[in-house]
């Protein structure tokens, strides 16, 4: 039977989870973890090598945190775990698959940049293990932030970021001086609504009518964000929701991947058709009524590149080999120091900057620039026109840029043993405690992998801001 008021439960501690769904999941991840490493053992039997070795020991590595997590039924939030996890389709199966981009660099190269990825997570999982004390966080981070009757407010949370992106995509109310931060403060809220909502669902405690108004608000959101031609927004929401519902459950929803997974994959493959329409012949943007008619257009072109990529016309990448970030470990590797010097620390030179206000600071430089600086250094972006091409470099590639292997084990060990850190203290505190809402962020930004530090620390810190830093000095102000 579902309680009266479902949102009560973000006024207590994590609970335990059913130990028996937590030993299925465990059982499910390891027999999945061994029939995927048979299977690209199978499949490499004939050039089976060094190669094949170390993303075998990538998927290991990655996927332990995961599942001692589930075989101890902890109930904290995944965070390091899910970051490890990254790691696999950023790395490992790039590896193990022979990606294309990595047949251009010669094998020392890329075992190397494989061993690199060994560093980084073996050094990781080390740091994780070793902070073992138990914590006791100060009053003010494990205190309830909000009184219990707000509680109720959270989908309102979640619609008026529906909204937000209804008006950010189809019209230009919003004025450019004010576009970062709102951005900043809708997507923070309408990160942890989606969280805490998805999570609800997971423990059984949201009506019908309640999962019905979160699943239509995700779908819109959905809508808007895949309308802009960017897929990774939409799919980093769905990635949040999933890490939600699933910890909370400790089951994988299948039925929902099964369905959403072919279509993100279809979507890509007509994604740049469309840029070349909306973006290169300056199409005029869909509005909301003709939104039905875009998406059939997309999926029209989708098909097209798909019949083209089967009967070898074309060769549009699909949304795995696209996920890839271990051609630019290989760049670097390839390149750093024989050809470039070690930048010294030079790309995380602006991170002290990015936690000054724009107000404070109207000339202060921007996220971007630390991953447009190692484009520059690598030739890979026009210094006269920065801002038009992203290039994903992932903090390891940066580690290594920087220090070089002992760049890529220090960043391990500082990631695993500051999450195992939060981890202990979030423990047995309120969901809208300061840490209980950290926790969330944390969560939602380790799959972050493609950012550089810089951009994942700015980010973090702005929705930390709004999530935390709002509601905190709520808190003292009403209490005084």
Request: hydrophobic share 50%; net charge positive; proline share 7%.
């Amino acid at each position: 039977m579902r309680p009266s008021n479902p949102f009560a439960a973000l006024d207590q501690p994590t609970p335990v989870p059913d130990r028996a769904a937590s030993t299925r999941l465990y059982r499910f991840g390891l027999g999945g973890l061994i029939a995927v490493t048979l299977w690209f053992i199978w499949q490499n039997r004939a050039n089976a090598g060094s190669l094949t070795l170390i993303g075998v020991v990538i998927l290991a590595l990655a996927s332990l945190p995961i599942l001692k997590w589930a075989r101890d039924h902890r109930t904290w939030f995944p965070a390091f775990e899910i970051g490890m996890l990254t790691c696999i389709p950023f790395y490992a199966i790039p590896l193990l698959s022979g990606h294309a981009e990595i047949r251009h660099f010669s094998d020392e190269i890329v075992n190397q940049a494989g061993l690199l990825v060994v560093v980084y997570l073996g050094m990781a999982n080390w740091g994780f293990a070793v902070v073992r004390r138990p914590v006791r966080p100060s009053w003010w981070a494990a205190v309830s932030l909000m009184p219990p009757k707000l509680y109720r407010y959270v989908p309102l949370g979640l619609l008026l970021n529906t909204v937000y992106l209804y008006i950010d995509t189809f019209t230009e109310l919003i004025p450019n001086d004010f576009h970062g931060t709102l951005r900043a403060l809708f997507f923070g809220l309408g990160t942890l609504c989606t969280f805490i909502l998805a999570r609800l669902w997971g423990m059984r405690i949201l009506a019908s009518g309640q999962i019905v108004f979160f699943a239509v608000n995700v779908a819109l959101q959905l809508a808007f964000l895949f309308s802009q031609l960017y897929l990774i927004g939409g799919i980093s929401l769905v990635a949040l929701a999933f890490i939600a519902f699933s910890a909370s459950r400790r089951r994988v929803p299948w039925h929902f991947l099964v369905l959403f997974l072919p279509v993100v994959s279809l979507l890509h493959l007509g994604k740049s058709d469309m840029r070349q329409l909306y973006w290169e012949e300056k199409r005029p943007p869909p509005t909301p009524l003709e939104i039905p008619a875009y998406f059939t257009e997309w999926i029209g072109y989708s098909f097209h590149s798909r019949d083209e990529r089967e009967a070898g016309l074309g060769r549009q990448s699909t949304i795995f080999e696209r996920a890839s970030l271990i051609q630019m470990l290989c760049l670097a590797v390839e390149r750093v120091p024989e050809q470039k010097p070690y930048l010294l620390g030079e790309s995380y030179a602006d991170i002290p900057a990015l936690f000054i206000p724009r107000f404070l600071w109207p000339d202060k430089p921007s996220s971007l620039m630390s991953n447009i600086r190692l484009g520059i250094y690598f030739g890979l972006i026009d210094p006269y026109d920065p801002f038009k091409f992203s290039i994903a470099f992932g903090m390891i590639a940066e580690a290594y840029i920087n220090y070089g292997f002992i760049g890529a084990a220090i960043l391990g060990f500082i990631f695993g043993a500051t999450l195992r850190r939060l981890s202990l203290l979030s423990l047995n505190v309120p969901q809208f405690s300061a840490l209980g809402i950290f926790a969330i962020l944390l969560t939602a930004w380790s799959f972050q992998a493609e950012l550089v530090a810089a951009t994942w620390l700015s980010s973090l810190f702005q929705a930390s801001v709004v999530c935390i830093g709002l509601p905190l000095a709520y808190h003292r102000f009403s209490t005084r």
